[in-house]
């Protein structure tokens, strides 16, 4: 098997309840959750550290100047980067990472980590979303309104991605893609070394 882990990277239109997917994963099977930096104004209850790294926008673009990030992007009204080191480090130590950004962030990872798993996580159907995103209260009708438009661009780059999941029970979704990350793995196009030396070990023998 590959030593280093995988980059997972799972996005989904605003409201498709792919953050309360990605932190069961995280609960029940132990993947490592890149934390990512935003200059968005925090949400009742986030916490700095804990759902992003909040940043000013002097401090995000900083972080770009030095090479901080791997990806980085402008969503809506603020910006938001994957931090270079911890993804880097938890890959080199086997673990695999999971990604939780929108599709401009997973177009750059992927040609960055062309083995990089790319899934796409969405609700039934467009009005559930909107109904979704308002009955969640942190948003004004403004911003609502801006990322239903955004979800509409997003979902032209939808062919690029790996795996489409439908958000409809948030159990089985997650189910649903543990198991791809897990058959994923075992592609046979994702363990080319393994095969490489297990054939060379039965030569040997
Ligand atoms: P929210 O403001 O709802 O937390 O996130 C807005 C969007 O930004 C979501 O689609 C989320 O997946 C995406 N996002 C969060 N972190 C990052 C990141 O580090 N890079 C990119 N490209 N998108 C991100």
Redesign the pocket.
């Known amino acids: 098997m590959n030593k280093d882990g995988f980059l997972i990277v799972i996005?989904?239109f605003?409201g498709a309840g792919?953050?309360t997917v990605v932190k069961k994963l995280v609960e029940e099977y132990g993947y490592s959750l890149?934390i990512?930096?935003?200059t968005?104004a925090p949400r009742e209850g986030e916490e700095n550290g804990r759902?992003?790294y909040f940043k000013t926008v002097a401090e995000f673009q900083n972080l770009i100047d030095y090479n901080g990030?791997i990806?980085?992007?402008q969503?809506?009204d603020?910006y938001?980067?994957?931090p270079r080191k911890f993804v880097e480090q938890e890959m080199k130590e086997g673990r695999d990472v999971i990604?939780?950004?929108?599709v401009?962030?997973?177009m750059?990872v992927k040609k960055q980590y062309p083995n990089a798993l790319l899934i796409f996580v969405t609700a039934p159907d467009a009005n559930s979303l909107k109904e979704r995103l308002a009955g969640r209260g942190t948003e004004s009708e403004e911003i609502i309104n801006k990322r239903m438009k955004r979800a509409a661009q997003e979902s032209e780059d939808i062919d690029a991605y790996d795996y489409i999941v439908i958000n409809d029970d948030v159990e089985e979704c997650v189910k649903t893609i543990h198991s791809i990350i897990v058959s994923n793995k075992c592609l046979r196009g994702n363990n080319l070394e393994f095969i490489d030396t297990i054939k060379g070990e039965l030569k040997a023998l």
């Open positions: 996005s989904g605003s792919k953050g890149s990512s930096a935003t968005r759902e992003y990030f990806e980085w992007a969503y809506v603020n938001y980067g994957t990604l939780e950004i929108e401009q962030g997973a750059n």
